[in-house]
């Protein structure tokens, strides 16, 4: 019953973020034309308001494609993070463990400097995503019999970070100072700015996919949360549960950089919070870690665009306003995971 609460309480909280962000911005809408126009344009219930045309453009074209694309990256790199920390059994992982937020990164910084199609960023980011993952998990893989698997992995992970960081790093140095490197450094910030409804037509299946599913593992989880040993005692495919949750987060935490560059923080507190307030079974963590995160990373875009005259990186604004969370969720993080 309190859970049922909970989660009706979250998607009202969620669908009045969404209403809000859609109204504000530079042309402001009040919220009594916007209803109006939703009606008009959805059900068909009453008359166009005035200026519909304009108001059409501004809001379908222009603010429901990025708000759209917001609530995706939220949910997923919410949800990724908590199946994270649930294989991994520590609170403090983030989906940049196995170095994939430093992969694609990489391979962002890669495609501007070297292409000037979006689309071609846009792939380099997300190929170079796995590539570090298959780093990470082929270092596992090596060492697979001296260690523990889950040790072994966040080796692995702290190892490909630190190589495609320092790839970075590179291409940052290599990269034309007038032109390619403040494009590289705004983009690693991250922003919804360049969202388009062809971005997010492109993006949207797998990340709604990936995100349903891995928060359909939420059982399984539980059980690996256990250990190898129980976990392999209770008859769970261990290995297979492990990489197919690998899979699905890495490709969570790939299509994120792809669609709005590196936006950190979300996908460690969020977990947090949702732990706090529903307890650790990821059948229940999963779901609510989307709801909390899409409305977090709304209402935050929403402050990034329309609390100064330029608008403010959000991956700034991600790290400004998760510090002080994560200190103070850290607290009941024991207390969550006993």
């Not at 990821?282 to 402050?303: S, Y």
Request: hydrophobic letters at 55%; glycine letters at 8%.
């Amino acid at each position: 019953m309190k859970n049922s609460l909970l989660f009706s309480m979250m998607i009202a909280t969620l669908s009045a973020s969404l209403l809000i962000s859609l109204a504000l911005g530079r042309y402001e809408i009040d919220l009594g034309t916007l209803l109006q126009l939703l009606l008009w344009k959805f059900f068909t219930i009453g008359s166009a308001p005035n200026e519909v045309a304009l108001l059409s453009n501004i809001v379908f074209d222009i603010r429901l494609p990025r708000i759209l694309a917001v609530v995706l990256v939220g949910a997923a790199l919410s949800v990724s993070g908590g199946a994270f920390q649930a294989m991994f059994v520590n609170p403090l992982v983030s989906p940049g463990i196995l170095g994939v937020l430093a992969g694609a990164s990489f391979g962002a910084a890669l495609g501007i400097m070297i292409s000037n199609s979006w689309l071609g960023v846009q792939l380099f980011s997300f190929v170079f995503g796995f590539v570090a993952v298959l780093v990470a998990l082929g270092v596992a893989k090596i060492y697979g019999r001296s260690g523990s698997q889950t040790i072994l992995l966040v080796l692995g992970g702290v190892i490909s970070s630190s190589l495609f960081s320092a790839l970075l790093s590179t291409v940052k140095y290599v990269a034309d100072p007038y032109n390619k490197l403040p494009t590289i450094v705004y983009w690693l910030m991250g922003s919804f700015s360049a969202v388009d409804m062809k971005t997010l037509s492109s993006v949207a299946m797998p990340l709604i996919l990936s995100t349903i599913v891995l928060s359909l593992m939420g059982k399984y989880l539980n059980v690996l949360s256990l250990g190898d040993d129980d976990a392999k005692a209770l008859g769970i495919r261990v290995t297979w549960v492990r990489n197919s949750a690998i899979l699905l987060a890495t490709l969570l935490s790939t299509l994120t950089v792809v669609v709005a560059g590196m936006i950190g923080w979300v996908g460690l507190i969020i977990p947090h919070i949702a732990r706090f307030l529903v307890g650790a079974d990821n059948r229940i963590l999963l779901p609510m870690c989307a709801l909390l995160g899409a409305t977090f990373l709304v209402v935050v875009d929403t402050l990034c665009r329309t609390s100064m005259s330029v608008e403010i990186p959000i991956g700034i604004a991600t790290s400004l306003i998760g510090i002080p969370i994560f200190v103070f969720a850290l607290k009941n993080a024991k207390k969550g995971f006993a």
